[in-house]
């Protein structure tokens, strides 16, 4: 089962990506201050942040293997576990596919962050993402969800358990402290 616990990490890191974000980029303070400071680097680095919060939730919808190599990935994790039948299972990983797709996070991973769409690029074709925060707080928690109904259906619970995809980052490393930082160096 230890590929369920590196799931759990990789889930974690999201949320911990997701809840830095919001923190430095979250309120129109912060983002004044990030202008004010430098307004070229901060934007990168907001755009850096997001490919990079699609790019893990993108990853961790990959096929079971690719290329003749196995991906850590949720259809991964389940054929480990032998929940392939599962009806439930397969129910959660169907209606976040179909999130994955209907949002555009599919097309996203596939022409902008893995591959260089040479379409996308040369016509500046806009390949863009529908998810605003509330709607990826949903996307990163349903995945949670099918987390928890796989340590369930593996047995490692009795009760299917809730988390949450807010993580709490120390004081000294947040993100308000980030920017309170940088303000006093104005």
Request: proline share 2%; hydrophobic share 35%.
């Amino acid at each position: 089962m230890y590929s369920l616990v590196t799931l759990k990490n990789f889930l974690a890191d999201v949320s911990t990506d997701l809840t830095y974000y919001r923190q430095i980029f979250g309120s129109d303070r912060n983002v004044e201050v990030l202008r004010e400071f430098s307004d070229w680097v901060f934007s990168n680095y907001q755009q850096c942040l997001i490919n990079n919060i699609y790019s893990k939730l993108a990853r961790l919808l990959d096929p079971k293997s690719s290329c003749g190599k196995d991906n850590l990935s949720f259809s991964y994790v389940i054929s480990t576990c032998s929940l392939s039948e599962d009806l439930d299972i397969q129910k959660s990983l169907e209606d976040i596919k179909n999130k994955y797709k209907s949002t555009g996070l599919k097309s996203y991973r596939n022409k902008v962050l893995s591959h260089n769409d040479a379409h996308t690029v040369l016509s500046g074709t806009q390949c863009g993402v529908s998810l605003n925060d509330e709607s990826l707080d949903e996307f990163l928690s349903s995945l949670w969800d099918l987390f928890s109904l796989l340590k369930y259906k593996t047995g490692q619970e009795d009760l299917i358990p809730k988390y949450s995809t807010e993580i709490i980052i120390p004081a000294e490393m947040d993100g308000e402290t980030f920017v309170l930082k940088l303000q006093g160096r104005m």
